[in-house]
C-alpha cells in the first residue's frame, strides 16, 4: 500500500515564525475563557506557557492542535491561514500532519504493546505499511530512549516511561509543532525532569517547535526560549524566562512563580 504522506511542503527554516495566533476568543457556557489572544511560535524554540488552572493555557493548545474551534480570531501555521471565520480551511487537512499533541494522562491503548499503540494511527491515516511503520516506530522510540520496550505492554511500564512513549508516538508523524499539556503533572520530579530533558534534545536535534504548559518553573527557567504567562484569559507576559523571573513588572506573575517554585 502506497504511504500517503502530508501533500503539502513544509517552508518554515529554523528561526521563523512557525504559528502565528491573532484575536483568538472562545467562550464556554457564557464563560470566556480566551480573549483577545496573540501569539507567535518560532521554529526550533520550546515556548513556556504558564498560569492558574482555568486561566485559556490548555485552550489555546487545544486551538492550536485542531481539538477546539475558537469563537473568533486567525491561526496560521508554516506561513497559511489554517483557520479564520470560526473554521478550519482548506488548508489544515495538510498543515494537521504536521502538529503533535502529548497529554497528561498519556492516552495509550492499555491492551496494546508498545509497538501497536505507535503504528496504529500512521497505518490506518497514512496508508503506512508494517514494516515502514516498524521502522519508524524503532526511531521514535530510540530517540526518548525506550527501544528496547518496543513489544512491552503499556500496563507494564512506568508513568514516566507510558510519557516517553506517549511522545514517540506523537513523533510518528514527524511533527514540526508539538504541544504538550501538563505532560509531567504526575510524574515524580526526577522522571519529570529525564520527560522533559528528552523534549530538549528533540528542540536541539530534529528542530522541533514546542509549546510546553507546565507548573515546573525550574524546567521554565532553564529550557524555555519564551515564556508565556496567561492571566484570566489573556496574555498578560509574554517575554524570556530571564526577564520573567528577575525584572517582571507583573504582580501576578511574580506570585504565581513564587507559589509553584517551592
Given amino acids: 500500500m502506497k504511504t500517503l504522506e502530508s501533500t ?7 528561526g521563523g515564525v512557525l504559528v502565528s495566533a491573532r484575536g483568538l476568543q472562545k467562550s464556554f457556557h457564557g464563560r470566556t475563557i480566551m480573549r483577545n489572544v496573540d501569539f507567535d511560535m518560532h ?12 486561566s485559556g493555557k490548555s485552550t489555546m493548545l487545544r486551538a492550536l492542535a485542531g481539538l477546539t474551534e475558537p469563537d473568533e480570531g486567525t491561526i496560521d501555521f508554516d506561513g497559511v491561514r489554517v483557520f479564520e471565520d470560526q473554521q478550519r480551511t482548506e488548508a489544515w487537512a495538510d498543515k494537521s500532519f504536521h502538529v503533535g499533541m502529548v497529554f497528561q494522562t498519556y492516552t495509550l491503548w492499555p491492551h496494546m504493546n508498545v509497538l501497536d499503540n505507535l503504528t496504529l494511527a500512521p497505518r490506518k ?3 503506512m505499511s508494517g514494516s515502514e511503520a516498524r521502522d519508524r516506530a524503532e526511531s521514535a522510540l530510540a530517540e526518548v530512549g525506550m527501544k528496547q520496550h518496543i513489544l512491552s505492554r503499556c500496563t507494564q ?3 514516566g516511561e507510558r510519557q516517553r512513549v506517549a511522545i514517540a508516538r506523537a513523533l510518528m508523524m514527524k511533527p514540526r509543532l508539538l504541544l504538550c499539556d501538563e505532560i509531567t503533572s504526575a510524574l515524580d520530579p526526577p522522571v519529570a525532569a529525564e520527560v522533559l530533558e528528552v523534549l530538549r534534545r528533540l528542540k536541539a536535534e530534529e528542530g522541533i517547535a514546542i509549546a510546553l504548559v507546565t507548573h515546573d518553573m525550574a524546567f521554565a527557567s532553564k529550557a524555555a526560549d ?8 489573556e496574555i498578560a507576559v509574554n517575554t524570556t524566562p530571564e526577564l520573567a523571573f528577575t525584572r517582571s513588572d507583573n504582580e501576578e506573575l511574580n506570585k504565581f512563580i513564587d507559589a509553584v517554585r517551592f
Fill in 157 to 159: 511500564l512506568s508513568g
Fill in 125 to 127: 491515516r497514512l496508508g
Fill in 226 to 233: 519564551r515564556l508565556v504567562f496567561f492571566q484570566d484569559g
Fill in 43 to 54: 521554529a526550533g524554540d520550546i515556548t513556556v506557557i504558564i498560569g492558574k488552572s482555568g
Fill in 8 to 14: 503539502a511542503p513544509f517552508h518554515t527554516e529554523i
